[in-house]
């Protein structure tokens, strides 16, 4: 079975920065790609950011210049620095990993619990 777990999510004024962290746990053998989603209350989940196993990178307009995705290959993380912070950033952000493989098994996405990022004076 694959987990996702993400962690460094909190309470952060505006202009302040945190840092996201997911890794994968389970018989990894690989991942295609992995995101950060968001979602706000009464919003739909909204695509952050995602990186391909190979270093390709894709954000949103909304985050793009202040976010930056990175992933570690090797230990199946991948990790959301969020610098500028705004109000509007306010949401519970999830870790989304795509075509993972496993022995004998191959999981088309799979989805973290989620951590709440709150960015408020």
């Known amino acids: 079975q694959v987990q996702l777990v993400e962690s460094g999510g909190g309470l952060v004024q505006p202009g302040g920065s945190l840092r996201l962290s997911c890794a994968a746990s389970?018989?990894?053998?690989?991942?295609?790609?992995m995101d950060w989603y968001r979602q706000a209350p009464g919003k739909e989940r909204e695509l952050v950011a995602d990186i391909t196993s190979g270093g390709y990178r894709n954000y949103a307009d909304s985050v793009k210049g202040r976010f930056t995705i990175s992933r570690d290959n090797a230990n199946n993380a991948v990790y959301l620095q969020m610098n500028s912070l705004k109000p509007d950033d306010t949401a519970v952000y999830y870790c989304h990993a795509r075509g993972v493989r496993v022995p004998g098994l191959w999981y088309p996405e799979v989805w973290g619990q989620g951590t709440q990022v709150t960015v408020s004076s």
């Open positions: 389970g018989r990894i053998l690989s991942i295609s790609a």
